[in-house]
């Protein structure tokens, strides 16, 4: 199983600054044959299912404001949030999709400063 | 719209069954290959099984095989989660997930499985 490790397990941001969450995979999750990232980032607000924001390690799903950012290849990817609002307090999960079982890292949780 | 409703969960006791259903909607159904992710309380995502498009083809995690049977009807807009030899250990909110183009894009809204005695 491709493990996969975030980090930090929690921060806190004030208000307009920037966050960075780092997620790392056991294994590559680069598939060579069309050169994408099978790698995907999800919000979970409290009481609340989680909503996916980007997939293929940066491509930002539809609606998803662009504050919002993915990056990296192989095995260690970054989200970004560039600017925090207070409606981005969550906690937020990578996920592989190179294989299965699918995998997740343990979730990061963002709260203000 | 895209809804999933997930219903059949509740307090069980330990080494008894539950099935899970969940109910689609807002998509073409047969087109989608469909998953249960499960959250134990406070706890993190755990992926749980999978299955095809046209039912053929079913993945589990390894703690649930032999345990768990995941199914899907197709005339029925409806995947399903036959739960069997329940442990403590299997309480959670169970997620009904759909897949599109290997993402998973959309979730329900969960439903609670207790174990408990």
């Known amino acids: 199983d491709i493990v996969m490790t975030q980090s930090p397990d929690s921060l806190a941001v004030s208000l307009g600054e920037r966050a960075t969450i780092n997620c790392k995979s056991s294994?590559?999750?680069?598939?060579?044959?069309?050169?994408?990232?099978?790698l995907a980032w999800f919000q979970q607000k409290p009481g609340q299912p989680p909503k996916l924001l980007i997939n293929?390690?940066?491509t930002r799903e539809s609606g998803v404001p662009d504050r919002f950012s993915g990056s990296g290849s192989g095995t260690d990817f970054t989200l970004t949030i560039s600017s925090l609002q207070a409606e981005d307090v969550a906690v937020y999960y990578c996920?592989?999709?190179?294989?299965?079982?699918?995998?997740f890292g343990q979730g990061t949780k963002v709260e203000i400063k | 719209q895209v809804q999933l409703v997930e219903s059949g969960g509740g307090v069980v006791q330990p080494g008894r069954s539950l099935r899970l259903s969940c109910a689609a909607s807002?998509?073409?159904?047969?087109?989608?290959?469909m998953h249960w992710v499960r959250q134990a309380p406070g706890k993190g995502l755990e992926w749980v099984a999978a299955i095809s498009s046209d039912g053929s083809d079913k993945y589990y995690t390894d703690s649930v095989k032999g345990r768990f049977t995941i199914s899907r009807d197709n005339s029925k807009n409806t995947q399903y989660l036959q739960m069997n030899s329940l442990r403590a250990d299997d309480t959670a909110v169970y997620y009904c997930?759909?897949?599109?183009?290997?993402?998973?894009?959309?979730w329900g809204q969960g439903t609670l499985v207790t174990v408990s005695s």
């Open positions: 293929w390690a940066s």
């Open positions: 294994q590559s999750v680069l598939y060579s044959s069309n050169n994408r990232n099978f």
């Open positions: 997930v759909r897949e599109v183009a290997v993402v998973n894009d959309y």
């Open positions: 996920q592989q999709y190179y294989s299965t079982p699918r995998t």
């Open positions: 807002g998509f073409t159904f047969t087109r989608s290959p």
